[in-house]
């Protein structure tokens, strides 16, 4: 007769404890994730040369995730924070490699990117 309302407590915090460590993981670019996005709609404006042109406005992780917004919005993708993070973690894994540090994480600030010390 206990075995029941220990069972249901027991279930109730494991359910909680799970819930609590996905809400405080931190939000840091899926380079797997980034590269099937961008795959899927980048790549056909967005040759290898887009990126290592001479005049590239991307210099830094900040201009980097700043480029990603700004091309998901006027392509009217709608990405969240997280889409826009994983795809410029791709970007930086391939083409970039700017210093990790924080790269991706957001600070929940409304969705816009954590302010990232320079190198």
């Known amino acids: 007769m206990l075995a029941k309302p ?3 407590v027991l279930l ?3 359910a909680s404890l799970a819930g609590l460590a996905r809400a405080e993981a ?13 795959a899927t709609h980048c790549i056909t404006c967005h040759g290898d040369q887009v990126h290592w042109r001479d005049n590239k406005l991307v ?3 900040r201009s980097l995730q700043s480029e990603v ?8 993708l709608g990405w969240n924070p997280q ?4 795809v410029a973690r791709y970007l930086n894994t391939v083409y970039y490699r700017y210093p990790a540090g924080l ?5 929940g600030n409304g969705g816009k990117p954590a302010k990232i010390a320079g190198p």
């Open 59 to 61: 210099t830094d992780w």
């Open 6 to 8: 220990i069972s249901a």
């Open 69 to 76: 917004d700004r091309w998901q919005v006027l392509s009217g």
């Open 12 to 14: 109730v915090s494991l």
């Open 26 to 38: 931190p939000r840091t670019g899926d380079a797997a994730r980034g590269e099937l996005l961008y």
């Open 83 to 86: 889409d826009i993070a994983d």
């Open 103 to 107: 790269l991706g994480r957001t600070n």
